[in-house]
């Protein structure tokens, strides 16, 4: 009996050797993202208490003709611990009074080297471009024991505070061994599949990863823009917003995500 649970115990164990050693990881390929807005919650925050004003009969029509949520598509290359992700181009506005509500942007096209901890960011802001070179931002995970899968691998949740305010919840996958993300999200063991910033009605989560080779050639560092780093930027867009009261504050989130 006793050499019975010996040899059950070994050939667990070494069944365990087995599929670690033939574990399949990504290392290469790219993941296309769905960012949805929940533009009712975002637009109802917005007006605040104000129930009798033009706005909010704009906003009862807006909701008449438009759905809850905005859905918009971004696809990430990586490939030798390198990434890009890239905002597929917007459907065609539908020219409501709240069609540029910044959180339903997307404008930021981001080149990241994690080999070197470089972000290249081409940002658009309204009429203009910039291009924003920096060291990647430092977010303090915390790792917890949540799981769930995405896009057909499995996940963990991490939860951060960014931009000093920010709650950002993310979901990572050790089987694409790249500490990467969408966006400007990166900083955990392994690739960022899905993103929610929950008091902010937003959420980015991988629907498709394709497995294949890359060439690093695919993978365009931005180049067009008026050049300058995360801080120049950031004391730009305040100058620019500071007296656009809450506007002036989502906007500036939104860009510099």
Known sequence: MKNLILTIIASLFCSSIFAQTNAHFTTS???????RVNMYAIIKKRMGDDEGSFGAQ???????TQPQFKVLKSTLTFTNNKTLFTPAAPAESNNSWFSDVPEGLQGNTVYTDLSTNISTSAKRVFEEQFLVKDTVRKINWKITDETREIAGYNCRRANAVIMDSVYVVAFYTDEIPLSGGPESFTGLPGMILGV?????????FATKVTDLPVSENQLKIPAKGKATDYKGFVATMKKV?????TWGQSYLKSFLL
């Open 29 to 35: 390929g790219t993941i296309e993202y769905e960012k």
């Open 58 to 64: 704009a906003f009862e029509n807006y909701k008449k």
């Open 196 to 204: 929610a910033m929950p008091h902010d009605n937003i959420t980015w």
């Open 241 to 245: 917003m500071k007296d656009w009261g």
